[in-house]
C-alpha cells in the first residue's frame, strides 16, 4: 500500500481507498502515518492541517462524487525544498466538479465548510480533470510557519 521514493526524489504515497467513510477515514490515519515517517510528529501542526485536509477533501469524494464501484486515490508528495506537503484526491467523477471559490463559512450553513477550511489551511489548492475518467483535487501545506 504504501511506496515511497530515496535518492534525491521526495518520498510520497500512494493508495486507493473504497469511496465510502471508512475509505476517508483510512485515508486520513494513512495520512497521519506518513507524516510521522517524514518527521512530523501527530501531534505537530503540520500532520493536524495534513489531516483536516485529507479529512474534507477525501469526505467530499465520497460524498459529492461517489460513483458506484469505483474507489478515490489519496497521493500525498512532500516537497522538502518548497516546505511543503501537497495533497491529491483523485475520483471518478468528472461531472462533479468543486467550485472556483470556497463557499462562504456561515455558521447557519448546512454545508461548504470543508472547502472553507482547505482554504484556510493551504497556501494553494485547486482541481484539474483527470485523464481517462474523473478529477483531482489538490492542496498545498507549508511545512513550517
Known amino acids: ?16 481507498f473504497a469511496s465510502s467513510p471508512r ?15 517524514w518527521g512530523h510528529a501527530r501531534s505537530s ?3 493536524c492541517a495534513v489531516a483536516l485536509v485529507v479529512g474534507e477533501l477525501t469526505a467530499n469524494a465520497v460524498q459529492h462524487a461517489h460513483t458506484l464501484g469505483r474507489t478515490f486515490g489519496l497521493r500525498l508528495a512532500l516537497e522538502e525544498t ?6 491529491e484526491v483523485s475520483d471518478a467523477a468528472a461531472d462533479r466538479r ?3 471559490v470556497p463557499p462562504s463559512a456561515c455558521p447557519d450553513g448546512e454545508s461548504g465548510r470543508g472547502l472553507f477550511l482547505v482554504d484556510v489551511l493551504a497556501a ?11 478529477k483531482t483535487v489538490w492542496a498545498e501545506l507549508r511545512l513550517g510557519t
Open 1 to 16: 500500500m504504501l511506496t515511497g521514493t530515496t535518492g534525491t526524489t521526495p518520498p510520497d504515497f500512494r493508495a486507493q
Open 23 to 37: 475509505g476517508a477515514r483510512l485515508a486520513r490515519h494513512q495520512a497521519v502515518r506518513r507524516m510521522e515517517e
Open 45 to 47: 501542526d503540520a500532520s
Open 82 to 87: 518548497a516546505g511543503l506537503v501537497r495533497v
Open 98 to 100: 468543486p467550485p472556483v
Open 124 to 134: 494553494s489548492w485547486g482541481w484539474e480533470l483527470r485523464r481517462p475518467l474523473g
